[in-house]
């Protein structure tokens, strides 16, 4: 599954946040594995492919807008999300 499915498929994350207002663990667990196992890649090319970058703008913007129908554990897991993405795409400065 590539990242654009992970975040914006049909069964993607923003899919369930959406739709069932759940926060799928196994989805974002997927998703920062990906980053995690392309950030060496591209911090050593020097560019993220344009269907990735897309796709992590896509995710924080759409996480950091929040909603209010979620719950308080889903919005404050939400939270946590965006600032763990963000140190991973912050890593690609250092």
């Given at each position: 599954?590539?990242?654009s499915?992970?975040i ?42 344009v269907?990735?970058a ?13 909603s ?7 919005e404050?897991?939400?939270e ?15």
């Amino acid at each position: 599954m590539n990242l654009s499915d992970m975040i914006v498929g049909e069964n993607g994350l923003l899919a369930e946040l959406r739709c069932h207002n759940s926060f799928n663990e196994k989805i974002y667990a997927a998703i920062t594995d990906y980053l995690g196992n392309h950030l060496s890649e591209w911090k050593s090319t020097g560019f993220i492919p344009v269907a990735d970058a897309v796709s992590i703008f896509n995710l924080i913007d759409e996480l950091s807008g929040g909603s209010r129908f979620w719950s308080e554990e889903v919005e404050l897991r939400v939270e946590d999300a965006v600032l763990e993405i963000q140190e991973l795409i912050d890593s690609l400065e250092a």
